[in-house]
């Protein structure tokens, strides 16, 4: 038992690690993950969520939404408009208080992400979610 | 009578590597956390702002039904970054170097909790947990890690303790210096498991989410124009390198393979010596890219800290100074 002891204990060890393994491919979790980020194919259609600043139509910087990561930001975005109601206005009113009272929409835009890389028209539908600001509520 | 391969196993898993090793791991992987936090601490600090509705928790915060008020969000990174300057000096190990292991695990899930995993962190965390574990204290009674309580004054020499294990004199590995105080290797054959589970299961991923595809360029070809237009709506400009890399589709395939080559055989880094090197360039090169094309950065790859437990630390130039024995905390 002694000689096994310690390979007893580093197998039960990777086990653990590992055991995102019996999980669907896409379980992740802190500190255990199956790490599915860039496993499965985005496709060239790409939904993504984004705050426009309706008097140039540019997007807002993320700096506004306090990350320097577009992944944070994004899902941010997007769980906040999965809430919708109250809780996306005040978002929305919020980034617009940072933007001195400016106009901002909250849209979800599909765009094809290969036009885009190649400097071609990508966008190929917006969706409005909300309108705040100088323009909205 | 041992079977070789047994034998094999059972020098690579339990020998004895000297007390610097670990003390030069635990300075290091305790400095990087002390220096990661704080440099996001303003990141940190706003967390808990965020709209209750947004809050989704995972890991050991599952059990939440809704965020604890946003001062708990804004203490836990100042207490991450206290515990892990305590953990780099050494002392009382056996207090400091759990509360700082499970202090970064909660800052760490508390982050994950909010929609976007942080991947990135997840090799931290296990290193810390194992560290804490482990006899990387100051020397002394204090300094020999929580399981090491067992080991008493004069005992046996145990697989999993710092305490008796003699010097170097003795107990030859890694062709050590003479009389240099000797620990237990196997903790730090569990951080460099650890560092392999994690590429092992992230290329298994790719296997069995995107199968034959990944290798074929398209699937990187998307992640790449999606990580671009995602910059780009967010008000931030993508790599210009993304673009030239997306219109050759043979050279997305051959990086392609690599990536799932270098995840897959990182068991090999395990072997030590020149295919070790070699596997810890692939798999560096993989995060230089991954922030040269993308922008995306895993700083404890990236900055080499997760390939620490394959090397012998103590060795490197500038590093060996860290190992010097410390007074007893």
């Known amino acids: 038992m002694r000689r096994w002891a310690p390979h007893l204990a580093t197998a039960a060890f990777v086990l653990v690690v590992m055991w995102p393994l019996l999980e669907s491919p896409n379980f992740q979790s802190v500190p255990l993950s199956h790490y599915p980020m860039y496993a499965r194919d985005a496709g060239r259609v790409v939904s993504l969520p984004t705050v426009i600043q309706t008097s140039d139509g540019e997007p807002v910087s993320m700096s506004v939404l306090d990350t320097d990561d577009p992944l944070v930001a994004v899902t941010r975005l997007r769980r906040t408009i999965e809430v919708g109601g109250a809780t996306l206005l005040e978002f929305c009113v919020g980034i617009a208080d940072r933007l001195d009272g400016a106009g901002v929409l909250i849209a979800t835009e599909r765009h094809d992400a290969i036009a885009h890389l190649e400097g071609r028209v990508s966008l190929i539908d917006r969706r409005v979610h909300v309108q705040c600001g100088d323009s909205g509520p | 009578m041992k079977v070789p391969l047994l034998a094999r196993a059972d020098r690579w898993l339990v020998a004895p590597i000297p007390r610097e090793r670990l003390t030069v791991l635990r300075v290091l992987v305790a400095g990087f956390a002390a220096v990661y936090v704080a440099a996001r601490l303003p990141m940190f600090w706003h967390i808990g702002d965020r709209p209750a509705s947004t809050f989704s928790p995972v890991g050991v915060l599952s059990v939440l ?265």
């Open chain 2, 65 to 329: 039904e809704r965020p604890p008020a946003p001062w708990v969000g804004r203490l836990l990174p100042v207490c991450v970054i206290v515990c892990s300057v305590a953990a780099l000096t050494g002392r009382r190990w056996r207090f400091w170097g759990p509360a700082w292991a499970l202090t970064l695990l909660l800052l760490s899930t508390w982050r994950s909790s909010w929609g976007q995993v942080i991947h990135h962190e997840h090799l931290l965390v296990l290193h810390a947990l194992v560290l804490a574990a482990s006899p990387a204290g100051s020397s002394g009674p204090a300094g020999g890690g929580i399981l090491a309580l067992r080991a008493r004054a004069g005992s046996e020499p145990r697989w999993w303790t710092g305490a008796a294990l003699g010097h170097a004199g003795q107990r030859s590995v890694d062709q050590p210096i003479p009389d240099e105080p000797m620990v237990a290797g196997w903790w730090v054959r569990l951080m460099a498991l650890a560092t392999v589970a994690t590429y092992v299961l992230a290329g298994l991923a790719k296997v069995r989410l995107g199968g034959s595809d990944w290798l074929g360029g398209e699937i990187l070809q998307h992640h790449l124009a999606r990580n671009v237009l995602r910059l780009d709506l967010s008000g931030k400009s993508g790599s210009p390198l993304a673009d030239e890399l997306a219109g050759r589709p043979g050279l997305l395939a051959v990086i392609s393979a690599l990536v799932v080559m270098a995840e897959l055989g990182s068991p090999l880094l395990l072997l030590g010596g020149t295919v070790r090197s070699v596997w810890v360039g692939l798999l560096w090169g993989m995060h230089v890219g991954t922030a040269l094309f993308m922008w995306i950065t895993f700083p404890y790859q990236l900055l080499l800290f997760a390939f620490l437990p394959f090397f012998a630390v103590e060795r490197l130039p500038g590093l060996r100074r860290l190992g010097a024995p410390q007074p007893v905390g």
